[in-house]
DNA sequence: TATTGTTATACTCTATAACTATA
DNA sequence: TATAGTTATAGAGTATAACAATA
């Protein structure tokens, strides 16, 4: 490396990107054990109260045109309905169905489960973790 | 959510997944202003010493069929060359060139800057995050 | 027989641009 | 004209399975 390396910056780069990864395969694992794919887990994530296709995908940070898809696939398995927006014809109001409730929701869950135990050595320390995460995102140049 | 979901507990696996968010973003941009995507800008990283096109899908996490492709591109662009191992003929050792040693080391070098600057506003603190984020790996259950 | 790397193939994810139907 | 959503298309990334060369 170059010589002005820091060997801490370096390695929190790295653990970084370790714990994230750990986390984001939890999730995937638990996405497919659910019968979605990650994009459709996340999709799903984000309709926890009716949102438009545009809302989604910029909670998606993806194009609107690859929500279509998305929610094609979800809509297919009986979990999301596109529903007219009275207000204007253009707009379509993606509300989870019945069975769409119950599958966020055991994903949410597992997701809830699998983070808290990723976070349990911290211990109390938790807390430090959560200030120094909100420093990092809230002051660091974006 | 569930009744027994834990606020700090959902707030750490989302400050995660942003703070990482953030960091995959930075590379990714560096990777393409060195005309890398981010899977070669990955190999790149991972080839500081020569590697068998096995070992560099082990620490790529993927399929060795994968680099195959990733490596041709690397190959085709004058970064790398495969070069035989005189014990095993199977074996290709990935060696870079003259060239590959210079964009490799400019895209740690970009990186770590980001790196540098990210975790800037923590000062002595990062210390704290870096003991905080070995906890977390070394003993939560994977 | 087992292993290294490759090829062929398919699926997912994403972006861009052109299109429609509304506004 | 502008906007919401869609379609068509292309590229990147990944996995699986079958294959050739070598061990």
Redesign the pocket.
């Known amino acids: 490396m170059s010589p002005e390396t820091d060997p801490l910056v370096a390695e929190l780069a790295h653990l970084l990107s370790q714990v994230a990864g750990r986390q984001g395969a939890q999730f995937n694992a638990t996405a497919a054990e659910l019968g979605l ?4 887990a ?1 999709a799903m994530v984000g309709l926890e109260a009716p949102v ?4 989604l ?1 910029a909670g ?14 979800l809509e297919r398995r009986g979990l999301v309905t ?1 529903q007219p ?1 009275p ?7 993606l509300v989870l169905t019945e069975e769409g409730v119950r599958r966020r929701e055991a994903l949410c869950s597992r997701t809830h489960t699998q983070a808290a135990s990723l976070f349990a050595p911290l211990g109390g320390d938790r807390l430090v973790l959560r200030d120094l995460l909100r420093r990092v995102l809230l002051d660091s140049a974006s």
């Open positions: 794919t990650p994009a459709q996340l438009t296709m545009r809302d995908a998606l940070s993806c194009e609107p045109s690859n929500v279509t898809g998305i929610i094609d696939a596109r927006d207000a204007d014809r253009r707009v379509k109001r």
